[in-house]
Structure formats: structure tokens, C-alpha cells
């Protein structure tokens, strides 16, 4: 089952590979130091200097760091100015741009093609093949078991080390009340539970006119879907918040996370306590209507644009908060996207400038733009392009905390905080592992893009409408990105046969993980897979 992946053809040379696992490869950094953790790289001497430097900070401070996570839906690597967008596409970022300048800009940030997995893998560790929240759950759907009956959240452990925890804005990780982030290890929360467009969509005539003027299907809808803006603390029960009947509410949602957001910030300051809090925008995702103070604001006068000028004011905002808290010297900021730019949205989608989008394992559908912000602790205008993947806020938050990680299931993040932290660090991670729900379909190594099954799209920008995924042939299609970074044209077996055998060995052993640490089944398998 584990093999499914390959051809039938490089089945058999992973197999032959992995005959000899135990081998160190002269060319792979990463070191295995636990059977539980995903091997890394690793740095002693970065490592030995930012151990110093946090406990020197500790000593100043009195507490550990904060961890402020700023989670954008659906944004494009290229929307922002930092990373090309920006004035040059209609839609300034000069909150986003500074924390870049001032902050290490990651070039070089994965996530995972569709949004629920990457939320899951961000605030567990591992990858969603492992925790079995593959794919997004849509209009009325239920998983079959609970995703979070045997899993941990940052959050919970965190909590456990004395951390304030909490959400703000989309959750998308469960609606089952068992599941919901108060119940998870977040001591609170505000936030919407599912997706914008399934709450726009009983809304909107102009672009769901069979389902709006449908009253019988209307009728349906509101028994399955709760379209509100939810709050709870721990151990209580969800409450509604506001009703998103209309579109006005709709649009001014994200200004609501924005002030509990502040407001969060500013008890914790308060109580001189640190905090994890996971900033999670319902913006950019179609369909995008926002704020009355934003509608037409960008030079574009476009909704997704104003809607990304929306997000930057908002950065803005709780950047001066933790100024103004006197306490944005013991903050780690991370700002992000948990996917590429959705292509299928049109002109309510983001900009990037590689192959493929959201819903896909191309470039464009899990490269995003990273940026780590931390005043005094980060050194101001750097920029790597070594490889971090959103699985690594995992591990990094529970170091920066003084966690434990569990060790009875596998962790597939690596942390990162010497690379993060060291004014010339080097990243901890050997290798990027894509998947497509419970397909492995690429790997980044280095410079090099591996795929082993690809996303054909016959119509341009129908990457999650109108793709089928399809297995490589004798050889991975293999992309330099340094000198093709669009994907165009493979060098697999011309200037890459020195490299296929790594990437053999590191899936191989990647694949043997699942032997003794399976992938679940939550129900979301479809049937057909």
C-alpha cells in the first residue's frame, strides 16, 4: 500500500535502496536521533549560540517567549511586496514588507496544498497522512472518528508549560463539539468554525443562484451548515457570537478577530504571562467582501486586493500592540499562508509566479511566503532560502515554550529555532515530502523539485476543479528550481542521476516510518481513491 506511489519500475530501485538503509549517504546532512522524530541537520555551534542567547533572555525577561502566528488563507507567495507582489499588483503591504525587512524572510516555505492540512500539521507536528485530516471538510460533512480522539496541539502542550493559549479567527479542524479548539488545548477562542465560502455562499445570488433562490435547498443548507462567528473557553461549550446572516457581517469578521486578538495580547501582557496565539485570517479565501473601510481601497479597487490591504492593516495593528505592551522583544512573529494562491477563484484568487496553485503539489500550490519577526532576537534583513515547512512551527513553538514533544507517535517537524535565531543560520531540515491526501507526490531536496505523481490540468488554472493526478514514468520529474523554478522541463535522468539515488533513500526511509506509525482514516478517504 505504502508503495502506491511509484512506478512499478522505481518501486523496485526504492526497494533495492532500502535494503541498505541503515548506510549514512555521503551527500544527506540529516542525522536520525530519535525513532520518533524526523531526522535533521544539524548545527552545534548555531545551536550552542542560541541556546545562550534565549537563556539570557529568560534571565531579563523572567518567562519564555510569546508566539504570535500570523495565518493567512489562501494567500499567494507573490501577493505580498516582499516577496514581488505588493504596489506592482494593486495591493500594498508596507506592515507585511517591514516585518520582512526587519525579520528573516524564508523564500523557501512549504505548506500543504489545501488548508485543513496544513492547520492540522502546523498545530500537531505531523503530517496529515498521519493524523488523517487529509482534505477539507465541506458543507454538512462529519468525520467518521474524532481527528483530535488521540492527537496533541501545540496549544495543549504549551498550556502545560504555563502558556495563555489561544485562536482567533478560522479554525476548519473540526465542527463536532469534542473537537472544537477550547476542547483541544486552546484556553480560548473566537473564530469561525468551517470556511468563508461555505457561509457566503447561502448569502450570495450573484454567484450561488441555484442554491439561494432554491427554497427547499436553502431550507437544507441551514440544517447543515451554523454560519457564525463562535467563542468559548475552556471547558465550556461553544456560544454564538454573531450570526453571519448577511453579507455587512460577513465583511467585517476579520476586524472582529483583530480586536479579540488585541484584546488577548493585552490580558496576557497583563497577567505577565506568555502566550501562543494562533492569528487565523479568514481572509484571503474567496469570497472575499471586506470591511466597509477596505471596499475599494486598494489601487486595484478589486475585492481580493482590498482584501489583502485588509490583512496588512491588520499585521500592522497587533504589531503595534506588542509595542505598546512593551513586549514585542520577547515575541516571535510568524507570518504566512496555509497554501498557495487559489487559481480556481479567478481574478477573488492571489498571485504567485510558479506552476500550478492551490490543490496541487506544483510550486505554486505549496510554496507561501514565511516570514519570521522577532525585534532583537531575529537580525533585521536577512533572507534564506532554506527549506522550511509549516510542520516546523510544531517543534520550534514547543522548544521556544520548554515542551516536552510526545514520543509515542511520530513528529515529521524539525525544529528550527537556531536557524530562525542564529544570525546566519543554516536550516535544520534535509527534505520537503508533499502529499497529495495520502499520496506522497514530491519531495524538495536542496534546489531540486521531485515528482513522483503529477497534476496534469488540461484547462489553465483549474488546478482543484479540473486536475488528475497521475504517476511519473520510469524516471521522477525532476525541476532545478534555481534555474527552472515554473516547472517547466524535466533534467531527471540527463543532470540529475547523481541525485535520484538520495532521493530514493529519503523516501525510502520516510516510507518505512509508516510501518510502525500508520496513516488514519478519519473518513475522509473518497471513494473512488
Not at 282 to 293: C, G, T
Not at 349 to 372: C, D, L, Q, S
Not at 496 to 520: A, C, D, I, N, S
Request: hydrophobic share 40%.
Amino acid at each position: 500500500m505504502l508503495l502506491r506511489c511509484w512506478s512499478a519500475v522505481f518501486g523496485l530501485a526504492l526497494s533495492l535502496c532500502c535494503a541498505a538503509a541503515h548506510a549514512q549517504d555521503p551527500f544527506i546532512a540529516a542525522r536520525q536521533v530519535s525513532e520518533t522524530l524526523q531526522p535533521a541537520r544539524q548545527h552545534a555551534d548555531q545551536e550552542a549560540s542560541v541556546a545562550k542567547r534565549l537563556k539570557a533572555l529568560e534571565a531579563k525577561t523572567g518567562r519564555k517567549p510569546n508566539i504570535l502566528i500570523l495565518l493567512v488563507d489562501d494567500m499567494g507567495w507573490g501577493d505580498p511586496g516582499a516577496f514581488g507582489g505588493g504596489t506592482a499588483i494593486g495591493a500594498p503591504t508596507p506592515a507585511i514588507d517591514r516585518i520582512a525587512r526587519e525579520g528573516l524572510k524564508l523564500t523557501s516555505t512549504y505548506a500543504q496544498p489545501t488548508c485543513t492540512p496544513t492547520r492540522a500539521a502546523m498545530m500537531t507536528g505531523r503530517l496529515p497522512a498521519r493524523t488523517g485530516l487529509t482534505r477539507p471538510t465541506l458543507t454538512g460533512e462529519r468525520v467518521l472518528v474524532s481527528p483530535w480522539a488521540n492527537e496533541k496541539s501545540a496549544a495543549a502542550l504549551l498550556n502545560e508549560s504555563g502558556y495563555m493559549t489561544a485562536l482567533s479567527g478560522k479554525w476548519h479542524l473540526g465542527e463536532a463539539e469534542t473537537d472544537h479548539p477550547q476542547q483541544v488545548g486552546y484556553d480560548e477562542y473566537l473564530g469561525i468554525l468551517g470556511v468563508l465560502s461555505e457561509y457566503t455562499q447561502g448569502l450570495d445570488e450573484r454567484r450561488y443562484p441555484e442554491l439561494v433562490h432554491n427554497a427547499e435547498r436553502m431550507a437544507a443548507l441551514r440544517k447543515l451548515s451554523n454560519p457564525a462567528v463562535m467563542a468559548a473557553r475552556k471547558g465550556e461549550k461553544s456560544r454564538v457570537v454573531t450570526r453571519l446572516d448577511s453579507l455587512d457581517k460577513v465583511a467585517e469578521i476579520d476586524q472582529q478577530f483583530a480586536a479579540y486578538s488585541e484584546d488577548f495580547i493585552h490580558r496576557a501582557a497583563q497577567a505577565k504571562k506568555p502566550f501562543y496565539l494562533v492569528h487565523s485570517f479568514s481572509r484571503v479565501h474567496n469570497d472575499n467582501f471586506p470591511a466597509k473601510d477596505f471596499k475599494g481601497k486598494s489601487p486595484a479597487a478589486n475585492p481580493y486586493k482590498d482584501a489583502v490591504i485588509e490583512v496588512d492593516a491588520i499585521v500592522e495593528r497587533l504589531m503595534k500592540k506588542l509595542k505598546d505592551e512593551g513586549i514585542a522583544d520577547n515575541t516571535l512573529v510568524f507570518f504566512t499562508s496555509d497554501n498557495g494562491a487559489n487559481e480556481d477563484a479567478g481574478s477573488d484568487g492571489g498571485f504567485h509566479p510558479w506552476r500550478g496553485g492551490k490543490g496541487t503539489t506544483w510550486e505554486g500550490g505549496v510554496r507561501v511566503p514565511g516570514i519570521a519577526y522577532w525585534p532583537g532576537m531575529i537580525k533585521g534583513g536577512r533572507e534564506s532560502d532554506g527549506l522550511f515547512d509549516l510542520l516546523d512551527i510544531f517543534n520550534t513553538s514547543i522548544r521556544l515554550g520548554g515542551g516536552k514533544l510526545p514520543d509515542d507517535r511520530y513528529i515529521d517537524g524539525v525544529d528550527q529555532t537556531s536557524f530562525l535565531l542564529a544570525d546566519n543560520g543554516q536550516s535544520n531540515r534535509e527534505a520537503v515530502f508533499m502529499y497529495s491526501e495520502r499520496n506522497l507526490t514530491a519531495m524538495r531536496w536542496e534546489e531540486f523539485k521531485i515528482h513522483f505523481k503529477v497534476f496534469q490540468t488540461p484547462i489553465p488554472g483549474s488546478n482543484i476543479d479540473e486536475s488528475v493526478l497521475v504517476s511519473a514514468g520510469l524516471s521522477p520529474w525532476v525541476y532545478n528550481l534555481y534555474l527552472d523554478p515554473k516547472e517547466q522541463k524535466s533534467v531527471g535522468h540527463r543532470t540529475f542521476e547523481w541525485g535520484l539515488p538520495r532521493v530514493v533513500g529519503l523516501v525510502g526511509k520516510h516510507m518505512e516510518t509508516y510501518r510502525k506509525y500508520p496513516m488514519k482514516d478519519l473518513g475522509l478517504i473518497k471513494p473512488v481513491q
